[in-house]
Nanobody, 117 residues
Framework: QVQLVESGGGLVQAGGSLRLSCTAS????????MGWYRQVPGKERELVAS???????VYADSVKGRFTISRDTPNNTVFLQMNSLKPEDTAVYYC???????????WGQGTQVTVSS
């Protein structure tokens, strides 16, 4: 299991920006995929963005062109830059990582993002 520590959530007006950070407890080169999911009450947790094998970035259609995922390898950290935020982006955002395609997924504690209209 990978320990993940998140930061960066908060309250922002529509059209604003936030950056989420997630730091892993192991060397990031040992991680197969690392990224962000989000969840609102009553709905399933959904993928927002992920980096796979350190190379490929995957985004949900709803955030393409607005969110950017990147990583800081020396500090074992992944960032999610969120621009042009919309009220529908309001959710608890969870960092997640897995060390292989079949390994259990590790989760961070979650950070609240609230976008006001």
């Amino acid at each position: 299991q990978v320990q993940l520590v998140e930061s960066g959530g908060g309250l922002v007006q529509a059209g604003g920006s936030l950056r989420l950070s997630c730091t892993a407890s192991i060397n990031i080169f040992r991680i197969y995929s690392m990224g962000w999911y989000r969840q609102v009450p009553g709905k399933e947790r959904e993928l927002v963005a992920s980096i796979v094998s350190g190379v490929s970035a995957v985004y949900a259609d709803s955030v393409k062109g607005r969110f950017t995922i990147s990583r800081d390898t020396p500090n074992n950290t992944v960032f999610l830059q969120m621009n042009s935020l919309k009220p529908e982006d309001t959710a608890v955002y969870y960092c997640s990582a897995t060390t292989s395609r079949v390994s259990p997924r590790s989760w961070g504690q979650g950070t609240q993002v609230t976008v006001s209209s």
